[in-house]
């Protein structure tokens, strides 16, 4: 079961800033919280990662607040080509060994608009 | 840098036949992963390996499907007999390695329809 908890789906519209909000009650003290997007016909990509308060690239933001239960993804000024599904997923740690899996949840639907 | 190939890129066969996807990682990636993505679905990870060692199948319906990662590098995919609900899409990934923090690479999928 996935361990993460985001809205099915959210609409804005172009220039808008977006944020997508992940809720994680049970994350581990070592797991990181990672974003991936995904477009029709293609594999997730790998948007964006943190640990703890905030991480910033060239894409988007990500803010982690101390308590580490949720997190949400900032898209500044989106455009059309960012209409596509959202995915936060945290690590799911094997019982008695030191490997994790990553288990992907629905997502949320971002329709970007004129 | 190359990035994950999968081949093919769609298949299409009738139930009760069986069909087999390859994957070949990004180099030096130690961790390849298959998911399953049913449409409107988010991936559903069906077998993780450690090099040639697996680390999770337990999504993985070991009556039908079964995974090989020979020598660590390339992995296939198997399916037999193909069921109709099988219809989805096969995602290969990768990562360097698989305990904690690891940034997972995608391919582009086999999209595989059961008729």
């Known amino acids: 079961l996935a361990k993460t908890t985001q809205p099915i789906s959210m609409d804005s519209y172009e220039g808008q800033e977006v944020n997508i909000t992940c809720s994680h009650n049970?994350?581990?003290?070592?797991?990181?919280i990672t974003w991936y997007q995904q477009f029709p016909s293609q594999g997730p990509r790998f948007i964006i990662q943190g640990y703890k308060t905030k991480v910033t690239n060239e894409v988007a933001s990500l803010f982690i607040p101390a308590d580490r239960k949720s997190s949400t993804l900032s898209l500044p000024r989106v455009s059309l080509s960012d209409t596509a599904v959202y995915y936060c997923l945290v690590g799911d740690h094997l019982l008695n060994t030191g490997f994790q899996k990553l288990v992907f949840g629905t997502g949320t639907r971002l329709l970007v608009s004129p | 840098e190359a990035g994950v190939a999968q081949s093919p890129r769609y298949k299409i066969i009738e139930k009760r036949q069986s069909v087999a996807f390859w994957c070949n990682p990004i180099?030096?990636?130690?961790?390849l992963y298959w998911y399953q993505q049913i449409l409107g679905q988010g991936p559903k990870l069906l077998i993780q390996?450690?090099?040639?060692?697996?680390?999770?199948d337990s999504q993985l319906p070991k009556d039908r499907f079964s995974a090989e990662r020979l020598k660590g590098v390339d992995s296939t995919l198997k399916i037999q007999p193909a069921k109709l609900e099988d219809s989805a899409v096969y995602l290969c990934?990768?990562?360097?390695?698989?305990?904690?923090?690891?940034?997972?690479?995608f391919g582009s999928g086999t999209q595989l329809s059961v008729l």
């Open positions: 990934a990768s990562s360097l390695e698989t305990f904690g923090g690891e940034k997972l690479f």
């Open positions: 049970n994350i581990a003290t070592n797991d990181y």
């Open positions: 180099s030096g990636h130690a961790t």
């Open positions: 390996f450690q090099n040639n060692g697996v680390v999770d």
